[in-house]
């Protein structure tokens, strides 16, 4: 009990006390009169001098430096802190001096420093945000500010210091409330934007560049040698389809994020559809020297859509005949297990046997543009979006992709998909 509550406590002792007086006051003098003992002006009298004696000896509230449990400030103590505990956002309640009130668990995890009791600037050790504080008390006025962290990752945060009044009319807030809004997901948002942007804008710039150069040579010096010509129309023929299949794979790329929150459902056979894409790639195969072989069960059964299984798949084993041609040999196990959580799972592993990746390159792997060697990959018709496609589809399946990789072993990438059915044997 705190030295304001102990004061309420005797005040409320003092009233009980006063109505106790008056009341007996009264049953008396009224006794007196009624059995004749005293007249009833007197009577009146002697209860009225008693009663006033007894006002006049009870301190007033203002005097005596109490205020009334109506006014006796709320905040305080357990009430606030339930407040602002169920709240969805890191939020802090600070009192007049800038000292910590109450806060809650997402609070403690931005600033671990916090402290009942102490200053805020103990724990956030940002001007901005103190001078903040002080503003919102001077003006009574809620205050918005942004700031940055840059250790020990880059975040954004936008902090609403909303003042609050705990009577209406009262000249100067009771507290205010800090509340933190976590802007990293759209600064990032924007950061990958402007990326994609810039990269799109220049993947496209290289051929389109090299068509305008060729169209100008065959326009001019070019113009009546027939070798030349016929060089340069198979590199702007290559080019072109350079550019068709980056549009093509944006254009997949932004209709499969358009569907993301719709999992497909229709029942699919991972056999066929993985024996149809290497039937497809065989030319390939034979041009680069390897070899593909394919283990698999009768079916494989997920639910998923057919078209954009065929593309995930396609991706993934162009890559390893491209980029691990210097194994001859391309693996591709199907396979059905269990998750963690025991639901029957597909899984598709495509393995090859060429130089394999750096451990720093994996983890951005499917990174929109992201490339390991940009120019090996643009001599092979890469367009830094493959892997890109196939993790947005498998998101969209309610998949997942794992890579596994050592510099010199080849690399794995292997294929994770719900599986709707156990696979007949």
């Keep these: 009990m705190n030295l304001d509550e102990g004061r309420i406590v005797k005040r409320r002792s003092e009233r009980r006390g006063l109505h106790f007086v008056i009341a007996a006051a009264s049953i008396v003098f009224a006794g007196l009169a009624i059995v004749g003992a005293l007249a009833v002006g007197y009577a009146l009298a002697g209860f009225a001098i008693i009663s006033a004696v007894a006002l006049l000896t009870l301190p007033a509230t203002e005097e005596a430096g109490v205020k009334s449990p109506v006014a006796l400030p709320q905040h305080a103590g357990e009430p606030l802190d339930a407040l602002v505990a169920g709240l969805p956002d890191p939020v802090i309640a600070l009192d007049r001096n800038g000292r910590v009130l109450a806060f809650n668990g997402y609070a403690r995890s931005l600033a671990p420093a916090l402290r009942h009791a102490e200053p805020v600037s103990l724990a956030l050790r940002m001007p901005e945000l103190i001078e903040a504080v002080g503003r919102a008390y001077a003006d009574g006025e809620e205050q918005r500010i942004e700031y940055s962290e840059r250790v020990p990752l880059d975040r954004w945060f936008e902090v609403v210091v909303v003042p ?3 009577a209406i009319g009262a000249a100067r807030p009771e507290f205010v409330f800090m509340t933190f809004h976590d802007l990293t997901p759209l600064r990032r948002i924007d950061e990958m934007r402007a990326d994609f942007v810039a990269n799109a804008s220049h993947e496209l710039r290289t051929p389109l560049a090299a068509l305008s150069g060729f169209i100008d040579t065959l326009r001019g010096s070019a113009r009546d040698d027939a070798a030349a010509r ?49 039937d497809g790639l065989q030319m390939l195969a034979r041009d680069r020297g390897v070899t593909v072989q394919v283990q698999a069960a009768n079916a494989l059964i997920v639910p998923g859509d057919h078209d954009e299984l065929i593309r995930v798949f396609e991706n993934l084993i162009e890559n390893a005949l491209k980029y691990g041609a210097a194994g001859k040999r391309v693996e591709i196990t199907l396979t059905q297990d269990r998750s963690a959580d025991g639901s029957p ?3 598709v592993a495509v393995r090859d046997f060429g130089p394999g990746i750096a451990p720093e390159h994996l983890p951005r792997l499917t990174e929109r543009f992201y490339r390991v060697d940009v120019r090996e990959s643009r001599a092979q018709g890469g367009t830094g979006l493959g892997l890109a496609l196939v993790k947005h589809i498998l998101n969209r399946h309610r998949g997942r992709l794992s890579i596994e990789s050592k510099p010199g072993a080849g690399a794995t990438f292997s294929v994770f998909l719900p599986a709707s059915a156990a696979a007949p044997g």
């Design 230 to 278: 016929d060089r340069f129309l198979a590199i702007m023929q290559q080019q072109a389809h350079r550019m068709a299949r980056l549009l093509d794979d944006l254009l997949s790329l932004s209709r499969i994020e358009l569907n993301a929150h719709r999992q497909p459902d229709a029942p699919v056979d991972l056999v066929p559809i993985v024996r149809q894409v290497v």
């Design 164 to 166: 609050v009044k705990h």
């Design 345 to 347: 799972e597909a899984c």
